[in-house]
């Protein structure tokens, strides 16, 4: 366990300053056209949403938790509506509190708010605490944020396999690629 523990801080930390190659790029913009059009076929209006936003955030994420401590990585784009800029993330997340599982899902974040827009694409961190239920490509979730009435972003969720069941406090980094030529 303790090990567990040292191991999941130290890859959560670890997500340093990294470069991305032109391959990789193309692989999350192609994750991010595939899980924008899932989320379509299951959220007709989202189209609508996403081009009266000021821009989107599209992350693939995998979770693992234990008891106490959990842990995850995903990686991601955001896009920037008015110039059409990329930026390339890493997302690291450290989990505390009770439960079990192991999960990959996608995560939509649209963005109304100029200033949080400007968090993703430079680099954020997140601290929340919230529950989380899933089996296969079926999911509920609840955090600490959804109780506020304009947070300024909508989130959407698309599960894709895995099975767990959590009650945490999480911190989550969002962190941009620093090679950005191209």
């Not at 190659?21 to 192609?30: A, C, I, Y």
């Not at 430079?122 to 944020?145: D, N």
Request: net charge positive; glycine share 14%.
């Amino acid at each position: 366990m303790k090990k567990l523990l040292i191991l999941s801080v130290l890859s959560f930390l670890g997500a340093g300053c990294a470069t991305l190659g032109t391959d990789r790029r193309m692989e999350l913009d192609h994750m991010a056209v595939r899980t924008l059009a899932a989320l379509e076929r299951e959220n007709p209006g989202l189209q609508g949403s996403l081009e009266a936003s000021l821009g989107y955030l599209v992350v693939e994420q995998k979770v693992v938790k234990v008891p106490v401590v959990g842990g995850g990585r995903g990686y991601g784009v955001v896009v920037e509506n008015a110039t059409g800029k990329r930026t390339y993330v890493r997302v690291g997340r450290i989990d505390f509190g009770g439960g079990w599982g192991v999960r990959s899902f996608k995560v939509l974040l649209v963005f109304n708010d100029p200033k949080l827009l400007k968090k993703a694409q430079t680099g954020k961190w997140v601290y929340q605490m919230g529950a989380e239920a899933s089996a296969g490509p079926a999911s509920i979730e609840g955090s600490s944020t959804q109780l506020q009435n304009d947070k300024g972003y909508e989130i959407h969720v698309l599960s894709e396999g895995g099975a767990s069941a959590t009650f945490t406090l999480r911190a989550i980094r969002l962190k941009p690629y620093r090679d950005e030529r191209f």
